[in-house]
Nanobody, 127 residues
Framework: VQLQASGGGLVQAGGSLRLSCVVS????????MGWFRQAPGKERDFVAA????????DYADSVKGRFTISRDYAKNTVYLQMNSLKPEDTAVYYCAAAFTVPYGLGVPVRVTSYDYWGQGTQLTVSS
C-alpha cells in the first residue's frame, strides 16, 4: 500500500487550501483514512478521519467547522479541505490508511490505529 500526499504550501491566514492523498495497492480493504499533522518539536496529532465505507467522519476540536474531509472512491483519493486557516495550523500534514477494524466500528483517531502513512506535505500559514 502506498499513500501519496500533495497540496501543501504557503498561504496567508484566513486563506484556504486542499490537500489530496492518493492510495494505491490494497485499497479494497481500507477501513478508514485519516489526516494527522505534526509541528516542529511536537507530537503527531489527529486532524480528521473518514470511514471508507459509509463516510462517517470525525474531527479534532481545533479544526471543526473549518476543515472538511472527503473521499472519492473512483480515484482512491481522500481530501482535506482547509478553510479559515490560522498560523497555528502550520505543520507537516500526513495522510494515513487504517485496515484494522476497531472494536465498536468507530472512526479511528489515534496514530496507532493506522497501518500505512504517506510522506507528509508541509503547510505554512503566515500571519
Amino acid at each position: 500500500v502506498q499513500l501519496q500526499a500533495s497540496g501543501g504550501g504557503l498561504v496567508q491566514a484566513g486563506g484556504s487550501l486542499r490537500l489530496s492523498c492518493v492510495v494505491s495497492g490494497r485499497t479494497f480493504s481500507t477501513y478508514a483514512m485519516g489526516w494527522f499533522r505534526q509541528a516542529p518539536g511536537k507530537e503527531r496529532d489527529f486532524v480528521a478521519a473518514i470511514k471508507w465505507s459509509g463516510g462517517r467522519t470525525d474531527y479534532a476540536d481545533s479544526v471543526k467547522g473549518r476543515f472538511t474531509i472527503s473521499r472519492d472512491y473512483a480515484k482512491n483519493t481522500v481530501y482535506l479541505q482547509m478553510n479559515s486557516l490560522k498560523p497555528e495550523d502550520t505543520a507537516v500534514y500526513y495522510c494515513a490508511a487504517a485496515f484494522t477494524v476497531p472494536y465498536g466500528l468507530g472512526v479511528p483517531v489515534r496514530v496507532t490505529s493506522y497501518d500505512y502513512w504517506g510522506q507528509g506535505t508541509q503547510l505554512t500559514v503566515s500571519s
